[in-house]
């Protein structure tokens, strides 16, 4: 059972549709991020917290949104989406920011926008 | 920048067969990290190995083994006597100053049974 829970695991959503994902972890890290797994690419980075704050943004739509209430918890709200962003949206934690530790992912949730 | 190449989209061999995953990177920073994770069918990432860039000491764990070259660059993973089980995407990844973790296509390794 991995450290960090994402849920749901599976998502169908229309393109006018609001849904939102959910991350959470109790390894006491505080450090949690959202990237973006689709099809034949790279992962790639969207979104970091370090104790809750938000660090980072890579360039993301603004059709997502993220919200990290505390430490534990991290979610990605979706609007009016798009087909390509079909992907599989992987959470992960560390301990912080600014240190080189391993990661711990979870499952992940599989998007597809109809 | 940094980057991370995984030259070989998929490999497919035959239960028992050794397979070698190839990694290569670029990165201007002296101090880095390097990792391997799998991606097994369920999804989720479970981590590997990590590696810093002062240790170029080659690591043994069961089936598994890293090779580091830090004059090539490179940092190969095998898999020895492979099984069903190992059947994953395999990536690599990196990560330097700027503390991201940056990530290769990934392998998709098949062991046919």
């Known amino acids: 059972e991995t450290g960090v829970t994402q849920t749901p695991r599976h998502l169908v959503m229309g393109m006018t549709n609001k849904k939102s994902l959910k991350c959470e972890q109790h390894?006491?890290?505080?450090?949690m991020y959202w990237y973006k797994q689709s099809a034949k690419k790279p992962l790639e980075l969207m979104f970091v917290?370090?104790?809750?704050?938000?660090?980072e943004n890579n360039s993301v739509p603004s059709r997502f949104s993220p919200e990290c209430p505390n430490s534990s918890h991290l979610f990605l709200h979706l609007h009016t989406l798009q087909p390509e962003d079909s992907a599989l949206y992987l959470c992960?934690?560390?301990?912080?920011?600014?240190?080189?530790?391993?990661?711990?992912f979870g499952s992940g949730t599989r998007l597809t926008v109809v | 920048a940094q980057k991370v190449t995984q030259a070989q989209t998929e490999i497919s061999v035959v239960e028992k067969e050794d397979v070698t995953l190839d990694c290569v990177y670029e990165?201007?920073?002296?101090?880095?990290?390097l990792f391997w994770y799998k991606q097994p069918p369920s999804g989720e990432l479970v981590f590997l190995i990590r590696?810093?860039?002062?240790?170029?000491q080659n690591e043994i764990s069961g089936r598994y083994s890293w090779n580091f070259q830090k004059s090539t660059s490179s940092f190969n993973f095998t898999i020895t006597a492979s099984q069903v089980v190992d059947s994953a995407v395999y990536f690599c990844?990196?990560?330097?100053?700027?503390?991201?973790?940056?990530f290769g296509a990934g392998t998709t390794v098949t062991v046919r049974a």
């Open positions: 992960a934690s560390s301990q912080e920011r600014r240190t080189l530790n391993s990661y711990t």
């Open positions: 390894l006491g890290h505080n450090a």
């Open positions: 917290y370090n104790f809750k704050e938000q660090t």
């Open positions: 990165t201007r920073d002296t101090t880095y990290y």
């Open positions: 590696r810093n860039s002062f240790d170029e």
């Open positions: 990844a990196l990560s330097g100053g700027d503390y991201k973790l940056s």
